[in-house]
């Protein structure tokens, strides 16, 4: 059965500090691996997709990178501002759906 | 292009009543997804559909939870009757082809109470 960890649970950074968010998960056997954001009451934000093939997505400030072999995920931000304060989820398919991790949540203060 | 839209965005009902969540894909994804997360836990994978046909149901809770996608199109979860442990945040997600393959993109959300 695929369980899904990610580390930490919660983070309070200062703005500008670089981050790396964990996501781990203990079948290697996935299709593709997804972060997302979610702020308080408010649905899914899809930030990067990782094919299985691929070692690592780059979107703006974001860059997610991927071992499969290891089962191991990092979403890394540059420059993080409080605009980035939000709960992170990473999300594995190894079949037709996705399986969550808890979510880091994530505070930037200025 | 709208994404994918829920309604209602909260709902509070009592135990015993019935509740019907309603899901509007992105126009033209055959792929729609329910999931749930209850407090404290994981978000968790309800069921599957592909067009009007549910691929995969594996992951409702039990025979009070209703999914229906008439047409193809928008989709319905009811609850009949409700209990207290139904309480949650019900998410709809839609993609283009399976999950395994493409990017899903999921809606704000249903936040369900049943008091």
């Known amino acids: 059965k695929q369980e899904v960890t990610q580390i930490p649970a919660a983070l309070s950074v200062p703005e500008g500090e670089n981050l790396v968010l964990n996501c781990s998960f203990t079948?290697?056997?996935?299709?593709?691996l997804q972060w997302f954001r979610q702020d308080p009451g408010k649905g899914l934000t899809s930030l990067l997709l990782?094919?299985?093939?691929?070692r690592e997505q780059t979107s703006g400030r974001l860059n997610a990178s991927l071992d499969k072999s290891s089962g191991r995920s990092t979403l890394y931000i540059a420059a993080s501002q409080p605009g980035d304060s939000a709960t992170y989820l990473c999300?594995?398919?190894?079949?037709?759906?996705?399986?969550f991790g808890t979510g880091t949540r994530l505070q930037v203060f200025p | 292009e709208a994404g994918v839209t829920q309604f209602p965005s909260h709902s509070v009902i009592e135990k015993g009543q019935t509740v019907t969540l309603r899901c509007d894909p992105i126009?033209?994804?055959?792929?729609l997804y329910w999931y749930r997360r209850v407090m404290g836990k994981e978000i968790k994978f309800l069921l599957h559909?592909?067009?009007?046909?549910?691929?995969?149901e594996s992951g409702m809770p039990n025979n009070r939870f209703l999914a229906e996608r008439t047409g193809g199109t928008y989709s319905t979860l009811k609850v009949q009757p409700a209990e207290l442990e139904d309480s949650g945040v019900y998410f709809c997600?839609?993609?283009?082809?399976?999950?395994?393959?493409?990017?899903?993109?999921f809606g704000q959300g249903t936040r369900l109470t049943v008091v």
């Open positions: 990782i094919q299985s093939s691929q």
């Open positions: 079948d290697s056997a996935i299709y593709n």
């Open positions: 997600a839609s993609s283009r082809g399976p999950a395994g393959n493409t990017e899903a993109f």
């Open positions: 559909f592909v067009k009007e046909s549910k691929q995969d």
């Open positions: 126009s033209g994804h055959d792929n």
């Open positions: 999300a594995v398919s190894n079949t037709d759906k996705l399986i």
